[in-house]
């Protein structure tokens, strides 16, 4: 599969890392032998960008959890992801604290 296909797959923008189905696992078709190995090399970058977007943890763990074996589903998983960071890229996080006990953050500078 190249580059271009896989950019035009993401063209829009989601508001949430994940639908409420993202535990569900339906009866699917597998991914063929080149997008599973995409889909898995998705999954990998994500877990690094995991560290700095902790918002995607649920979404980016059931993921990885499916790379063995990635279905057509699987993929329409993880390009929701994916259209969420690309609509999320710009938000700033925030985290201050007024006391060590009490941690405050934000995702944005409207705080």
């Known amino acids: 599969m190249t580059r271009d296909l896989f950019v ?5 923008d989601a508001a949430t890392p ?3 189905d993202l535990f569900e ?13 995409n889909f898995h090399n998705v999954a990998a970058l994500l877990l690094f960008i995991l560290r700095r ?3 995607i943890q649920t979404a980016v763990g059931f993921l990885t959890m499916r790379v ?5 589903k699987d993929w329409s998983k993880l390009r929701r992801v994916l259209q969420y960071l690309r609509d999320t ?8 604290a007024d006391d060590i006990r009490k941690m405050k ?4 500078v409207l705080y």
């Open 25 to 37: 696992i339906p009866e699917s078709d597998a991914l063929e032998a080149e997008r599973a190995e």
């Open 8 to 12: 035009d797959d993401i063209k829009k």
């Open 89 to 96: 890229m710009d938000l700033i996080f925030v985290i201050a």
């Open 18 to 20: 994940a639908r409420p």
């Open 53 to 55: 977007c902790l918002d």
């Open 68 to 72: 063995s074996c990635p279905t057509v």
């Open 105 to 108: 953050s934000w995702v944005d």
